[in-house]
């Protein structure tokens, strides 16, 4: 009997050793998921900036089309809502990343003020990135994740996990849902202004559980995900990022502007009373052209390729987007 009541002992320590700590998977008790159509954003990224990552990086050597980097989706898939499709997205590769920004400032406010979606099949399957927020575009810092996950053996992408055993990592949810981000969790620092974010950055957490190549949550702990994924579509696959706080000081409502013709074929011209900054940008996220603003300004659009391009207009710290589309 005494035996018996032992090995009841060590399973239920074991148990706790490899508890779920955190929320669990959407449409269950405990959830903080948010669905994709809810109507608690208010806006969407409007800019990225993608580094590419390796296929695997435990073999830089192995390449797929001559390229040993992941090339599925294009960046402007990551922009505006979420679609939920598992498709419309694109692929960072291991330890590949993404900057993005937005129309509004994010703000800390009460709850989760952000959500990121990534577009995992199942709810036991996750791909994983850190998160880190700037509001200068040079300073970031990352949110403290935690991951319980064991890392005695290796997740694969034929093995499962359990959201409940992350926390505060992007990719935590399947297709649909976002996993959402409070920027309270952040700890104070004079670089970092909580009311003003202005950059999201995610950085694809590499799940292997060998060191030389893993990476680590805040406690330290090496993150244990799927690994490896030496496919064009391998790592963390970028979906969408939604702000649920944000502030008009970032906002068209605060500027009275006018520009014509759009679509354009030579010339825009642009009316707006004061001084501003303006910058082009084509759909590549490439600067094409920058001007400085006084009262009206026109740009001569004659030598641009036919698509479509991105007017960023800055005005005492305000900032407006509007699309131009070019014949």
Not at 40 to 60: H, Q
Not at 189 to 208: M, Y
Not at 252 to 264: G, Q, R, S, T
Request: overall charge negative; charged content about 15%; proline content about 4%.
């Amino acid at each position: 009997m005494n035996k018996l009541f032992f090995y009841i002992f060590l399973i239920l320590n074991s148990l706790s050793v490899f508890s779920q700590s955190f929320h669990s998977a959407p449409g269950t008790p405990g959830t903080n998921a948010i669905k994709k159509d809810s109507a608690c954003f208010v806006a969407w990224a409007n800019n990225i900036e993608i580094k590419r990552g390796f296929l695997t990086i435990a073999d830089t050597l192995f390449t797929i089309n001559n390229s040993n980097k992941v090339d599925f989706g294009i960046p402007q898939m990551a922009l505006g809502p979420a679609e939920g499709d598992g498709s419309s997205v694109v692929s960072l590769g291991d330890n590949g990343s993404a900057i993005l920004t937005f129309p509004l400032f994010i703000t800390d406010q009460t709850g989760a003020d952000f959500a990121i979606f990534e577009n995992s099949f199942s709810d036991n399957y996750m791909e994983l990135a850190h998160v880190e927020v700037s509001s200068d575009g040079i300073h970031f810092f990352r949110f403290p994740s935690v991951s319980e996950q064991p890392t005695t053996i290796q997740l694969t992408n034929f093995t499962y996990s359990d959201c409940r055993m992350v926390n505060n990592l992007a990719g935590k949810y399947r297709a649909g849902f976002g996993t959402p981000f409070d920027l309270a969790d952040l700890s104070d620092n004079p670089l970092l202004n909580k009311q003003a974010i202005t950059h999201v950055k995610l950085i694809d957490a590499v799940g292997s559980i060998d060191s030389l190549y893993g990476t680590t949550d805040a406690n330290g702990t090496l993150i244990n995900d799927a690994f490896p994924t030496p496919f064009a579509s391998g790592g963390f696959d970028l979906d969408a990022v939604g702000i649920i706080h944000g502030t008009l000081g970032f906002s068209e409502d605060l500027i009275d502007f006018d520009f014509f013709p759009n679509p354009v074929i030579d010339n825009i011209h642009l009316i707006l009373d004061g001084t501003a900054s303006i910058e082009i940008k084509d759909v590549h996220n490439k600067t094409i052209a920058t001007f400085t603003h006084l009262n009206s300004t026109t740009i001569n659009c004659s030598e641009w390729q036919s698509g479509c391009y991105q007017l960023t207009i800055t005005k005492d710290s305000q900032l407006i987007s509007r699309k131009i589309v070019k014949l």
